[in-house]
Structure formats: C-alpha cells, structure tokens
C-alpha cells in the first residue's frame, strides 16, 4: 500500500459529460501528479502540482484540468468528454525534490461511450 | 521517434532463466533514470534507480550509458513472480515530469 488513493476506481461516462477523478496523496507529500495510461501503452504526463500550482504540463488540451488543496489532495478535471480519454488515469504523490520516488495509487479506469 | 523507447516483447523465459530489457531515451539532458514495475490492472511501482556506475538489487541489475542514451535491466533466475510489464522511465531535467516507455512484457514459465 503505497498511501495513494483514488477515487472512483471505475467509471462509465457518455461523450461530451465532464468527469472529475480524485487523489489524496501520502502523507508528507505535497507534490501530486496525474498520468493518463492507455491500454497496452506507458503511463504519460498530463500535468503536476505542487503547494496548489500547476507545477508542469504535458502534451493534453484544456480541458484536461486540475486543482489541488490546501491538504495537497488533488483532482483531475476532463470537460467534453471524448472516446479516446478512456483510459486508466493515475496519480503518483511524491516529496518535495529532485528525482524523488514517486507513489501511484491505484488508479481510475474511465469508460468513455 | 518517442522520447523513451522500449521493446515490447513478450519475452518468454523458463524459470531461472536471465533476461535482459533494453531501453532508448532521446533527450542527452535528461538527468534521473528508473526502471517500475507494473502487473496486470495494477499500478506502477518503483523497481529501482538507474545510476551511470551501475547498481544492483539482488536479482536485478540496472545499468546507464549516457553516451548511448541507453538503460538495461538484467533479471537474473527469473522467478514466477517476476511476470510484469517493466517500465523504463525518464525524468525531465526539472525533476517534475515522468516520461514512460511503453513497457515490456516479462512472462515466466515453469
């Protein structure tokens, strides 16, 4: 158990809805990014937080966003949903630091229809 | 060309048998290197660091050229429990971004 949680940890939604995906990140941590995998592929960067701002962006359209707390727990935002974004989205925690180990939790696999 | 690129098998191994993976990444100013594991509908976790000296963790040992641009990972009498995919993983020379190959499939057999 790595202390990474998130929620829902399945979802169906239809093209076009919006979705919001939660993480709370292990304690100590104040450092949260989130990962979109798609099936039989590696985990790619959408974007990272740290102390509640964006601290890096991938290569992921507007209306992928996110926020995080003030108790460093985040969330991931997708507006207009389309089928392409069905994918298992992840968010890794980590500390403060370069090249620090970073702790995924178990993911939010998201069903676009 | 992506930026970290992997095969992505499957290999197919005996039990006790050594495997190598092998791993390209394209940006020279990159500056951390990891190998994660991940099984099936799970996350990734970390396997371990990849330092240009070379490091070794038990069974498994990891090795940098910067030169090539290269990472291996070396299992040596591979284990049931060692079927995964392996990811190899870059970090940016930020330290905040992650990049992922597209992972290789390990199965081991009896």
């Known amino acids: 158990e790595t202390g990474v949680t998130q929620s829902p940890t399945h979802l169906i939604k239809t093209r076009g809805q919006q979705v919001t995906l939660r993480c709370s990140s292990q304690?100590?941590?104040?450092?949260v990014s989130w990962y979109q995998q798609a099936l039989g592929q590696g985990p790619q960067f959408i974007f990272q937080?740290?102390?509640?701002?964006?601290?890096g962006r991938g290569n992921f359209p507007p209306r992928f966003s996110g926020l995080q707390f003030p108790n460093y727990s985040s969330e991931l935002n997708v507006n207009a949903l389309e089928l392409d974004d069905s994918a298992l989205y992840l968010c890794?925690?980590?500390?403060?630091?370069?090249?620090?180990?970073?702790?995924f939790g178990q993911g939010t696999r998201l069903t676009v229809v | 060309r992506k930026e970290v690129e992997q095969d992505p098998g499957p290999f197919n191994v005996p039990e006790g048998a050594t495997v190598a993976f092998n791993c390209t990444y394209s940006?020279?100013?990159?500056?951390?290197f990891f190998w994660y594991r991940q099984d099936c509908r799970k996350e990734p976790k970390l396997l371990m660091s990849?330092?240009?000296s070379g490091n070794e963790d038990g069974r498994f040992t990891a090795q940098l050229n910067r030169a090539s641009q290269y990472i291996s990972l070396l299992i040596r009498d591979s284990k049931l429990s060692d079927s995964a995919t392996y990811l190899c993983?870059?970090?940016?020379?930020?330290?905040?971004?992650?990049?992922f190959g597209g992972g290789t499939r390990l199965m081991v057999k009896p």
């Open positions: 937080y740290y102390r509640e701002e964006e601290n």
């Open positions: 940006n020279s100013a990159s500056q951390s």
């Open positions: 990849v330092y240009s």
């Open positions: 890794a925690s980590s500390s403060p630091g370069w090249g620090t180990e970073a702790f």
């Open positions: 993983v870059v970090a940016n020379n930020a330290g905040n971004m992650l990049t």
């Open positions: 304690s100590g941590h104040n450092t």
